[in-house]
């Protein structure tokens, strides 16, 4: 498999783009932000929104073709992911029904409906105000999901009120804030970072492939690079792709880790998974060493389990077929 694609971005629709350049079964996550059929190069004169600092380019998809524009962006998703590998598609609710459509033609499975309320939705007086996207959480079959269960929040951690933090992060409603930029140069729709992290972190690991299709501010491309993952993607916008690629260029790899929370107490990173018989030589050779250098059965487990990143009784059920 070709590797040209890697932490590239190209100046290109991405159908006709992903034809030429991903191989097929080669991406580990998707997350992307299509444009959404409304007008979005125009909403400023209805909203009254200052756009002096918003880079020009912006690619609206007329209504008419929305739903076949759909169909193809997202066939071409489809192919490009490995088996097991996930997709997590934003989009509003007025042509959502298209995007769905178009997932129903695939054999991507739904894993989650997502719901992102953020801060400052448009103001209205005749309805309610609208203030969350739909975020889709689908995976292609076939292979091993990546799904960091305890990536951010240990499965021990609780809140003020006793409840557990972890489950509470996991849950389906997000509650994340827009970011303002004022006065600096932006994209016309950017996704929040806090956001991008906590979709990239559950669902890669450091050294997987993360594609945008539709890069726009390249925000999914640079929060992939701070979290030590590679990034490609698609912008048909030329004056948007030239600025942002020079702004990619000016990160290092890894340059949000530091900022990222370590959870606490998290499960051993191997419990649940199937010896093998590999793993099962080393366990009886290195707890036939401990013991020899007069390691208690217990301190030897206790050891063995930071080795082998297992748990207490994961141990003990193994060692016990040795003595």
């Known amino acids: 498999m070709t590797d040209k694609f890697v932490n590239c971005y190209f100046n290109e629709d991405c159908i006709t783009g992903c034809q030429r350049h991903i191989p097929d079964d080669s991406i580990d996550l998707i997350v992307t932000d299509p444009p959404y059929g409304i007008k979005g190069d125009t909403l400023h004169k209805h909203y009254n929104?200052?756009?002096k600092h918003v880079i020009d380019g912006y690619v609206e998809i007329p209504l008419g073709e929305y739903g076949d524009f759909s169909q193809q962006w997202i066939s071409q998703a489809e192919r490009i992911l490995r088996p097991g590998g996930s997709i997590y598609i934003?989009?509003?609710?007025?042509?959502?029904?298209?995007?769905?459509?178009?997932?129903?033609q695939t054999d991507l499975e739904e894993m989650n409906h997502i719901i992102w309320k953020y801060n400052f939705g448009v103001y209205t007086k005749k309805k309610y105000v609208s203030s969350h996207y739909h975020i889709l959480y689908y995976v292609k079959p076939g292979g091993p999901r990546t799904f960091n269960t305890f990536a951010r929040y240990g499965a021990k951690e609780k809140d003020?009120?006793?409840?557990?933090?972890?489950?509470?992060?996991?849950?389906?409603?997000?509650?994340?804030?827009?970011?303002?930029?004022?006065?600096?140069?932006?994209?016309?729709?950017?996704?929040?970072?806090?956001?991008?992290?906590k979709i990239i972190r559950y669902s890669s690991n450091a050294g997987d492939i993360v594609c945008d299709l539709f890069l726009g501010s390249f925000s999914t491309a640079k929060v992939a690079r701070g979290l030590n993952r590679n990034a490609t993607g698609f912008e048909k916008s030329t004056e948007a792709c030239n600025y942002q690629i020079q702004q990619m260029e000016q990160l290092s790899p890894g340059f949000l880790m530091n900022d990222i929370r370590e959870p606490e107490h998290s499960p051993p990173s191997n419990q649940g998974k199937p010896w093998t018989e590999e793993e099962l030589s080393q366990l009886e050779q290195r707890y036939a060493e401990l013991r020899t250098d007069s390691k208690t059965k217990k301190e030897s487990i206790d050891i063995l389990g930071k080795e082998f990143g297992r748990g207490y009784f994961g141990i003990l059920n193994k060692i016990n077929q040795f003595d």
């Open 90 to 104: 934003v989009s509003g609710y007025t042509n959502l029904f298209y995007i769905l459509k178009a997932l129903r």
């Open 49 to 51: 929104r200052d756009e």
């Open 160 to 197: 003020v009120d006793g409840g557990s933090i972890n489950y509470q992060d996991r849950e389906d409603v997000w509650i994340i804030n827009r970011e303002y930029k004022p006065g600096k140069k932006k994209n016309k729709n950017e996704l929040p970072t806090e956001l991008l992290k």
